[in-house]
Every structure is written in structure tokens, then in C-alpha cells.
């Protein structure tokens, strides 16, 4: 059985830091691509960030060099870490397993992250 487990949302202020994690479990960790998305309220899910099995990373543009994506594969764990949130980036956060051959793709259940003053 395959699990996605994320933690570390929270309420934060403006200009504040969290750090989401994603611990996995019922996979080959290190054989998946991992990726970060989110969805605020009425609008589509969107990809933050990705890190390959090869721990290459790309980021949506919106990220601007604020958060940093990184994988511990001997703790089957991924982490997003985020600086300098603004209100815009409030939204659920979800954390994403993904193989191409054969097609896998497993979702967690998601974390709260709130930008308030």
C-alpha cells in the first residue's frame, strides 16, 4: 500500500519560512520523481517543484528562487522548503510520486499552508 505522508504546514506571516515534508512508504523511493504542488482556493492545482530520481529540480516561475526542493532517499523522504511566503502563496500543499515506465503516480493528502499578517 502505498502512502504519502506530508507534514509542516502551518500559519505563518509574510516574509516568514515552513518546511513541508513528504515521507513515503509502499514504493522504491529513489526510483520515483517527486514533486511538490499546491491549490489554493477556486483555482487549479499547480506545480511548485520537482526533483527527479537523478535529483535534478525545476521550479514553476512563481518561485523565484525562494523555496528549494531536496530528497533524502535512505529516510524516503522530500522536502520543500519556503522562504519568503507571501499571502499569494497560501494554499493546500500536496506532495506527488511519479514513474513513467510502467506509469505510476500516487498523491498525498495534502497540507494547509496559510500567509497571514
Known amino acids: 500500500q502505498v502512502q504519502l505522508v506530508e507534514s509542516g504546514g502551518g500559519l505563518v506571516q509574510p516574509g516568514g519560512s515552513l518546511r513541508l515534508s513528504c515521507a513515503a512508504s509502499g514504493i522504491i523511493f529513489s526510483i520515483y520523481h517527486m514533486g511538490w504542488y499546491r491549490q489554493a482556493p477556486g483555482k487549479q492545482r499547480e506545480l511548485v517543484a520537482v526533483?527527479?530520481?537523478?535529483?535534478?529540480?525545476n521550479y514553476a516561475d512563481f518561485v523565484e528562487g525562494r523555496f528549494t526542493i531536496s530528497r533524502d532517499n535512505a529516510k524516503n523522504t522530500v522536502y520543500l522548503q519556503m522562504n519568503g511566503l507571501k499571502p499569494e502563496d497560501t494554499a493546500v500543499y500536496y506532495c506527488?510520486?511519479?514513474?513513467?515506465?510502467?506509469?505510476?503516480?500516487?498523491w498525498g493528502q495534502g497540507t494547509q499552508v496559510s500567509v497571514s499578517s
Open positions: 526533483i527527479t530520481r537523478a535529483s535534478s529540480t
Open positions: 506527488n510520486a511519479r514513474r513513467s515506465s510502467p506509469w505510476n503516480d500516487y
